[in-house]
């Protein structure tokens, strides 16, 4: 217990000290030495929600500031619109320098055909490999044939204790083990542990079935208002990276910093220092 204690206080330390570079004018995350590390099989990205309060020129600037060219996009930074005008907003990005990874999440509560061919619709005209949902039970033997008709992957985001369709990974799993290969997970590492489940067991469990992650922090894992800076809670981002490379994941990390959302820039910095302080720990420059 205590080298976990002390490889946690030395993380946090190097966290902070990333952090108070970060928030100087016009810096950038502070990384840690390049030297001997290896290209990280980790690939952090930003879920767009995290910048909710903001428009999508400023989500672009948290973005570089964070040195992630990975993003996952919410509706209000990538509106459901027009097929034109959806691709000309996510070409906006690309031109930018950024790689759109997953858009969500998307609710997919209607047994219908022409609700969800209008959300597929907008995901191929953004030309996004992978819709974040939040569906039914009811609803997957009909989003079964869109996605296959569409060749877009649909990851179903577990959303703890409260959500009466899917409070775990492993209750996506079951629900999606006979049907399709493009429709699994996105697991989401707080609400997971609130769930009861370890996300780093998750993950295995999981395995291909797993096309996106959400990570969040909390300081008490019965409580979904107790969320803090990554680094500065109880889940264990080690063997969360450990599990994923285990897996060979091949999608993004993407930090969900659903607090603070007037000002969460410097709990987002932290955030990030922190997992690249916990990948440089095992050898790798995130």
Known sequence: MKNTLSRRSLLRTSAALSASAMLSPL????EPPVSGLKPSPIRLGIASYTFRKFDSAKLMEFAKQLKTPYLNLKD???????ADKVKAEADAYRAAGFTLVAMGTVTFNK?????????????????????????????????NK????????????????EDKNFPSPLDVLKAVDKLDPRIGCCIDAGHCLRAGVLPEEAILKVGPRLFDMHVKDLADASSRDS????????????????????????????????????????????????????????????
């Open 27 to 30: 810096s950038a995350v502070a």
């Open 76 to 82: 209000m930074h990538l509106p459901m619109v027009p």
């Open 111 to 143: 047994d219908e055909d022409d609700d969800i061919r209008s959300k597929f619709e907008y995901a191929k005209a953004a030309g996004i490999p992978v819709i974040v949902s939040a569906p039914t039970h009811e609803v997957l033997p009909r989003l």
């Open 146 to 161: 869109f996605v296959k008709e569409y060749d877009i992957k649909l990851a179903i985001h577990n959303h703890g204790t």
């Open 227 to 286: 969320q803090v800076a990554v680094g500065e809670g109880i889940l264990n981002f080690p063997g969360i990276f450990k599990s994923l490379i285990a897996i060979k994941y091949p999608g993004t990390v993407d930090l969900e910093y659903e607090i603070k959302a007037d000002d969460p820039m410097p709990g987002v910095v932290e955030s990030f220092a922190y997992m690249r302080g916990v990948l440089a720990g095992m050898g790798y420059k995130g």
